[in-house]
């Protein structure tokens, strides 16, 4: 899973995408330096800097034809700010499960929002370790109780290009140990096990976790992936 899918390969919107980043990391900056800054001039300065990242984003959002103003990645990010530790802006992590049972299946729910097919994830929760939300989302939204057997792997869910917002993914292999099929009414239109040759349509990126998430079911034990480091995250060298 350390490769992207072809999906998210060099395309003509690779550089928005970059922009998207570029935007998201100034404004990063910025509100951190907000939320720990007592000087008026520094205060100033992120916030112009903020200006000038909210210019980039809206930008990217012409180029992507997603149509929304300056004002409102401004407003939006000045309203998370926190003061010192609490303000210091990280990605947000979300927590994803792969479930196998005896028949070598998989677990897939279907989002009512898209129509889309993918193994149970949601973000984590604060009180609960990474394990603990794995579990916790696979019984809120399936039904199924499970077990978590390995880390699959860490993604950056930005660097992949399915979110635009600074991202983290820890996605477990759990193993189905009971629990009955009975899916969530608000979060899920449908859920059911599937064989690998016969996933639903519209199941999204199985061309790169399936390989992997398969092989966890059928007993494989692997060493976590993640993405590794860019030869040149930015354009300019240090």
């Known amino acids: 899973m350390s490769e992207p899918p072809a999906e ?3 395309s003509p919107t690779d ?45 990217a959002d012409d180029a992507l034809e997603v149509r929304r103003e300056q004002d409102h990645f401004i407003q939006e990010w000045m309203s998370s700010i926190g003061e010192g530790v609490p303000g210091y802006v990280t990605p947000k ?3 994803g499960a792969v479930v196998g049972n005896a ?26 370790s990474a394990a603990e939300v794995a579990v916790k989302e696979v019984e809120e939204e399936t039904g199924i109780h499970c077990r978590p057997r390995q880390l699959l792997a860490v993604i950056d869910g ?14 477990f292999h759990c193993e189905a140990v009971g ?17 690998r040759d016969q996933l639903p ?12 998430a398969f092989a966890a ?4 034990v692997m060493a976590t992936s993640f993405d590794h480091p860019r030869g040149e995250v930015w354009r300019a060298a240090d």
Do not use: C
């Open 217 to 220: 079911i059928d007993g494989t």
């Open 15 to 59: 550089f928005t995408r970059d922009l998207v980043r570029w935007s998201e990391t100034l404004a990063a900056i910025a509100r951190t330096g907000l939320a720990f800054t007592k000087v008026l001039y520094e205060q100033e300065r992120f916030e112009e800097v903020l200006k000038v990242a909210a210019d980039i984003k809206a930008a």
């Open 201 to 212: 349509p519209f199941t999204a990126g199985a061309q790169w976790w399936g390989p992997q």
């Open 158 to 171: 930005q660097r992949m290009g399915f979110t635009r917002f600074a991202m983290y993914l820890l996605l």
């Open 8 to 10: 998210f390969s060099a």
């Open 103 to 128: 028949d070598g299946q998989i677990l897939l729910v279907k989002r009512p929002d898209s129509g889309i097919w993918l193994y149970p994830t949601g973000w984590a929760d604060v009180g609960y």
């Open 93 to 95: 992590v979300a927590v």
């Open 179 to 195: 629990g009955e099929l009975n899916g969530h009414p608000l979060e899920t239109a449908d859920v059911g096990w599937f064989h």
